[in-house]
């Protein structure tokens, strides 16, 4: 594999506007590859899963402590398991 180092003089304006196009680029392509993968995630946020349930936050609280849909935390933050939101949603 040949790989050869060109140096050349750019401004910092076109510098700055190739980095934006590469990243543009790069996000195209990650989202595109991506479409329709919502439904494989296997955690939600307390926001996804009271949305996705039909119930609010104080729900889902109370939930958690008498069982109905356990929680887990990672740091501060809480999120539910896939499979634990879709068993609730199909009982």
Do not use: C
Not at 21 to 29: A, I, S
Not at 37 to 62: C, D, G, I
Request: hydrophobic share 30%; aromatic share 10%; no cysteine.
């Amino acid at each position: 594999m040949n790989s050869a180092i060109q140096l050349m003089q750019i401004d910092l304006d076109s510098f700055g506007q190739f980095i934006q196009k590469l990243v543009r680029e790069e996000l195209e392509k990650y989202n595109n590859g991506n479409q329709g993968q919502e439904n494989e995630k296997q955690f939600y946020t307390r926001e996804e899963t009271a949305k996705l349930l039909n119930v609010s936050l104080t729900t889902l609280f109370h939930w958690n402590n008498d069982g109905t849909l356990k929680n887990t935390k990672v740091g501060k933050r809480v999120y539910y398991s896939k499979n634990e939101v879709f068993a609730r949603l199909n009982p």
